[in-house]
């Protein structure tokens, strides 16, 4: 019997009792606004803003969204950011330790966003409140004494000339691992700093035999490129053959409905899955319970949420913000509806638009899914379409033609006689009839979205689609930088992305497009 496991388990199950995530979220919103405007009013943001006033205000909440703005990444760097890099005290108390590179998109320059401690400790924070709900899940008192293998981007930060440290999240949080959880914690400093990808992969694959792998955690396609390095090192017919204890996986960044199938091929038996919403802002949301993939708000740890209507009271039809939009706290919200979602952190965020959507699931539980990104909204002539919708799509070819379908992404591109033109791209092991799935992709679009049905009959001329192996998609994104860790492969293309894309490809096969 697993002694310490139980004892683990057992004292896991005793802290999630006592779980402050039981308290009231609106009254929890409240304290975290608060706090974050007490303890930010002497910085040069919070002087700008008044936040000593707006703590004092009868209504604080209501006060903070009538004086502060709604910032977008170049709007927050352009006016603030920019100097917190240099100098102290203004937009958080003090000088950034670090700052986050964003996975950004293909082809777009990465994003630096400021981590304080104080965010490295929300950031901690929601990680062992998710840790305390493993209690309600049914798992081994032998998996608390396993090993945890998080498959990250580079741990290796770099220098500014500014004196902080940067690189991407999860090479930030690598490099705070707290120390008594260094012991479980695998592929270890040594290979997580190791800034190639195929190298840092290969290492983990020959130190594999020496671990006792109970957990994974990482973005899915990446996890099921290194699980297949490692089983085709080994000679192995599955993951379990080396790993049998391995029971968990909590994955993250993208959606991991379309990854289900391929990885489970990897594996002996399904595993427990978590998804969680942690990105370069904060982490936001986790899988509290069991039977469900969808997420927890993290609502007392620190951040501050808001939420704008992904519709006409938010945005128009392009999916651009509206001057004056309507904005929402957590009391008002309603389940099943789309939100943009805003969040003011201790990393000196301030009502900043992080551009993803959400969708609240069940408000009795806090419960939340990632719908989408608001970049990610295909509108040309009127299409509208999600990326959730786009996701729902792609599971329904892959479910009918019988394949895996991981990557994919799309492009409003203009044909030879100028008309607006749907362009996919599917990543899928063997033949596909290109023609046949295009049709198929384009009817379940049409029926599950009637705007998108009506831009097909106008507007919108046709559907073309291109399968290709996985390898090209990861091949084409470590031209461009964006391979392994962490980086995900864009939804939506710009025309000259998907361009740029289709002849990669065509080059790759020898010939031109």
């Known amino acids: ?63 903070y969204q009538q004086m502060v703005p709604i ?33 950004g998109t293909t082809g777009k320059a990465s994003k630096r966003i400021p981590v304080t401690e104080a965010m490295l400790d929300s950031i901690r924070s929601v990680g062992i409140a998710q840790a305390e709900h493993l209690a309600q899940f049914d798992l081994p008192p032998e998996l608390f004494e396993k090993e945890i293998l998080m498959l990250s981007s580079s741990a290796q930060l770099r220098q500014h000339p500014n004196g902080h440290m940067e690189g991407e999240i999860s090479g930030i949080n ?83 409905g379309p990854y ?19 990105a370069s802002e904060g982490f936001f949301a986790y899988n509290a319970r069991p039977g469900t993939m969808n997420m927890r708000l993290a609502a007392g740890h620190g951040i501050f949420y808001e939420f704008i209507p992904f519709d006409e009271r938010g945005f128009d039809e392009t999916g651009n913000l509206l001057d004056s939009p309507e904005v929402l706290t957590l009391e008002k919200v309603e389940e099943g509806v789309d939100y943009a979602l805003l969040v003011s952190t201790p990393a000196g965020a301030y009502r900043y638009m992080i551009g993803d959507t959400i969708k609240f699931t069940d408000l009795d539980q ?27 799509a792609i599971q329904e070819l892959s479910e009918d033609f019988g394949m895996p379908v991981n990557e994919f992404a799309v492009a409003a591109m203009k044909n030879e006689d100028g008309n607006f033109i749907h362009q996919w791209v599917i990543a899928t092991p063997g033949d596909v009839d290109e023609a046949k799935a295009a049709e198929r992709l384009d009817e379940a679009l049409k029926t599950r979205n009637k705007n998108y049905a009506v831009a097909r009959s106008k507007g919108l001329k046709s559907v073309e689609l291109t399968a290709l192996a996985e390898s090209t998609i990861y091949d084409w994104l470590e031209q461009r930088k964006k391979k392994g860790g962490q980086m995900k492969m864009p939804r939506v293309l710009k025309a000259e992305q998907m361009q740029d894309l289709l002849d990669f490809l065509f080059s790759q096969n020898g010939l031109h497009c």
């Open 71 to 103: 910032f977008d990444y170049d709007q927050m760097n352009k006016a603030w950011w920019a100097q917190q890099q240099q100098l102290p005290d203004i937009t958080w108390p003090g000088k950034p330790e670090y700052f986050a590179l964003s996975s």
């Open 174 to 256: 690598t490099n705070n691992i707290p120390a008594w959880f260094s012991g479980f914690y695998r592929p270890g400093l040594d290979i997580a700093q190791l800034d190639n990808w195929d190298e840092r992969v290969r290492a983990i694959a020959e130190a594999a035999p020496d671990w006792d792998i109970g957990a994974l955690a990482g973005i899915p396609s990446w996890i099921q490129l290194m699980l297949q390095e490692i089983i085709d090192y080994h000679k192995l017919d599955n993951i379990h053959d080396i790993w049998p204890s391995l029971s968990l996986y909590a994955t993250g960044g993208v959606a991991f």
């Open 260 to 278: 289900r199938k391929s990885l489970e091929k990897l594996l002996a038996r399904p595993l427990v899955y978590l998804d969680t919403y942690l």
């Open 1 to 63: 019997m697993a002694i310490l496991g139980s004892i683990v388990k057992s004292a896991i199950t005793l802290k999630h009792n006592l779980s402050t995530d039981k308290e009231d979220p609106v009254k929890q919103q409240q304290e975290q606004l608060l706090k974050l405007l007490q303890t930010a009013n002497t910085t040069a943001f919070g002087i700008y803003y008044g936040f000593s006033a707006l703590s004092k205000a009868d209504d604080p909440i209501a006060a």
């Open 366 to 392: 806090l419960e939340i899914k990632i719908s989408g990104r608001t970049k990610y909204f295909l509108n040309v002539v009127g299409s509208q379409l999600s990326e959730e919708k786009m996701n729902a």
